[in-house]
């Protein structure tokens, strides 16, 4: 139900793309926990296969297929261990059983590091079924040599754990473990982060690339810089050779952090200075420290390129060295009917109908 509700609401926003995982059904009718069956040499393995595949996953995702081809959006599944589809032949199994024209991948190279998976070859493998990407970096660690990368060493956490839905919670990672998520340039090299963008670049020169952070060894804004400098020298080199990357920066904070950072409110996003008189008197009485917070991600994200002609796409669009709250967004005036005849906001540069109200979309840079 979250699905179908998250592609309705995108194709009113105009957001062409929506990440989500696979899922992983229970292994006969009428179970009720997930099963993941890989290697499946017994015959009993393959018969769950057989019933989570034929009976729950293609019949679920023709429906999915068909509902976001009514709504142009394209569905971007991220290949992940602990769900049925998990690498690249498991992706394309699922796009031609279903006949699929809006369900492809979300590349997240983590999830193939750990795998074993080469990602850029997998980016070639899929081509152009790869629809989005996340900037995020696996360290393969020396305990991998004695255990490998399948890790059963996970405890339950007694105090305060993290729900999942349902009565599922999160558990404790393992210590000395086989591998961790770590940020980008922290388990691959500046090169191997080159050719990812560029393998991505032949894809789709405009694909976002969308920061996720989860490494608990650093701050959220510590592992923002890691990453931000990573991609941008690595962006760079490309642009030297004429092959430069249009980077998108969609931040993703993950990690629960003991020591956030002073002046810090979670999903906090604070608006422009321009946009109203009620806007700039808050701004004149917005405390400096609270000012300050916010300029260690802006100093992050300089340098991110801007490409002021073409639709958001659903995407962040931002000028050099501008963070995408001091975008004025009163420009957006334009009356517009949408196919099914609802009055609502189209923004001047394109992007999709809005609902009625306030359009909170950059319509240009302000000074």
């Not at 509700?5 to 992983?24: F, P, Y």
């Not at 057989?50 to 996953?57: G, K, L, S």
């Not at 105090?159 to 961790?180: A, I, Q």
């Not at 300050?292 to 991600?297: D, F, H």
Request: net charge positive; charged share 25%; proline share 7%.
């Amino acid at each position: 139900a979250d699905l179908r509700r998250a592609i309705q609401v995108a194709g009113l926003l105009g957001v062409r793309r929506v990440v989500t995982m696979s899922g992983l059904p229970a292994a006969e009718a009428g179970g009720t926990t997930p099963a993941w069956n890989v290697n499946p040499w017994h015959s009993a393995y393959l018969d769950s296969l057989e019933y989570q595949w034929d009976e729950v996953a293609v019949p679920f995702w023709r429906d999915i297929e068909a509902l976001a081809a009514e709504h142009e959006v394209k569905v971007c599944i991220e290949m992940h261990p602990h769900n049925l589809v998990f690498n690249p032949a498991t992706l394309k199994r699922l796009v031609e059983r279903v006949g699929a024209t809006h369900i492809g991948a979300e590349m997240d190279p983590s999830h193939l590091f750990w795998q074993g998976i080469d990602p850029v070859a997998a980016i070639k493998d899929l081509g152009p079924l790869v629809f989005h990407a996340a900037a995020k970096d696996t360290r393969i660690n020396d305990r991998c040599k004695v255990n490998g990368v399948l890790d059963d060493r996970f405890t339950r956490v007694t105090d305060n754990p993290l729900e999942l839905g349902g009565h599922w919670t999160l558990n404790t990672w393992p210590t000395e473990s086989s591998w961790d998520f770590v940020a980008v340039g922290r388990g691959h090299d500046e090169t191997f982060w080159r050719g990812f963008l560029d393998t991505l670049r032949k894809v789709d020169s405009h694909m976002a690339v969308n920061i996720e952070h989860e490494d608990m060894e650093l701050t959220q804004l510590e592992g923002l810089g890691v990453v931000a400098r990573t991609l941008q020298a690595a962006n760079s080199q490309l642009g030297r050779s004429g092959r430069g990357y249009q980077l998108h920066w969609l931040v993703g904070v993950l990690q629960v952090d003991a020591r956030p950072y002073e002046g810090y409110r979670p999903h906090h996003r604070p608006r422009s200075r321009r946009t109203t008189s009620a806007g700039a008197a808050r701004e004149a009485t917005r405390s400096p420290t609270a000012a300050r917070s916010q300029e260690p991600v802006r100093a992050a994200i300089q340098g991110a390129r801007s490409d002021p002609g073409r639709p958001t796409d659903g995407r962040t669009r931002e000028r050099s060295g501008q963070a995408p709250w001091d975008m004025d967004v009163s420009g957006c005036r334009a009356e517009c009917r949408s196919p099914g005849g609802r009055t609502g906001k189209r923004h001047p540069r394109g992007g999709g109908w809005r609902p009625p109200g306030r359009c909170s979309r950059p319509s240009r840079p302000a000074a």
